[in-house]
């Protein structure tokens, strides 16, 4: 799984709670990312980083906020849950150049 | 609006025959094409990629066929074999950074 740990693996959350999942990578990639994964729409890009405190917003970043303090950690922070972030969470890692995208396992978010 | 559209959403083969999964793509800046594969439970993998400047790429079993002019790509899988039946995913990027995907094909092989 190319060295990235996703935790939680699972979260059950109330709407208006906030939620922040952790993505810790041991490749020492300058790249990552996280995307959402809903049924019908495939993998979106919510938001991505190029280097400590270096962030952008991606396609569907409304909601959402992030932040990289140190190379090997990428935090996704909701700040108040709605039921339409239910889903699955996925953070990934890039290298340098062309590197591939690597993706870890996942984390299953349901808001109630 | 989707950037890269993916068809079919769902595929059924029998154990040996050539399932193909399908993508169109709008941006012309897109340089670099992969497919991924996804079982239960886990995140994707990367599974073969493909430059514009190539027509056709082959790893084992898999075979990506790409026409530039008509900005299509799509994914073959030679002889496939029921640990074949996953989800595929096909996307698109400049230089590798903020891939975009498709909607995703379940594929399931039987035996």
């Known amino acids: 799984d190319a060295g990235i740990t996703q935790s939680p693996r699972h979260k059950v959350t109330e709407t208006g709670t906030p939620v922040t999942l952790r993505c810790h990578q041991t490749?020492?990639?300058?790249?990552m990312y996280w995307y959402r994964q809903d049924p019908g729409h495939g993998l979106r890009l919510i938001h991505y980083?190029?280097?400590?405190?270096?962030?952008d917003k991606g396609e569907v970043s409304d909601g959402y906020s992030v932040s990289r303090s140190k190379t090997e950690d990428f935090l996704l922070t909701l700040e108040s849950a709605t039921s339409s972030q239910t889903s699955v969470y996925f953070c990934a890692i890039r290298g340098q150049g062309n590197s591939p995208l690597h993706f870890g396992n996942g984390t299953r978010l349901t808001v109630t | 609006q989707q950037q890269v559209k993916q068809s079919p959403q769902s595929l059924i083969v029998q154990k040996g025959g050539i399932p193909i999964i399908n993508c169109a793509y709008e941006?012309?800046?897109?340089?670099?094409f992969p497919w991924y594969q996804q079982f239960p439970g886990k995140g994707p993998a990367l599974l073969i990629a493909i430059r514009p400047d190539v027509s056709e790429k082959k790893e084992g079993r898999f075979t990506i066929s790409f026409n530039k002019s008509a900005k299509q790509f799509s994914l073959h899988i030679m002889d496939s074999q029921p640990g074949d039946s996953a989800t595929y995913f096909c996307?698109?990027?400049?230089?590798?950074?903020?891939?975009?995907f498709g909607a995703g094909t379940i594929l399931r092989v039987k035996s």
């Open positions: 996307a698109a990027s400049e230089n590798g950074n903020k891939l975009v």
């Open positions: 941006n012309t800046a897109f340089d670099y």
């Open positions: 490749e020492n990639h300058r790249y």
């Open positions: 980083s190029y280097g400590v405190k270096d962030t």
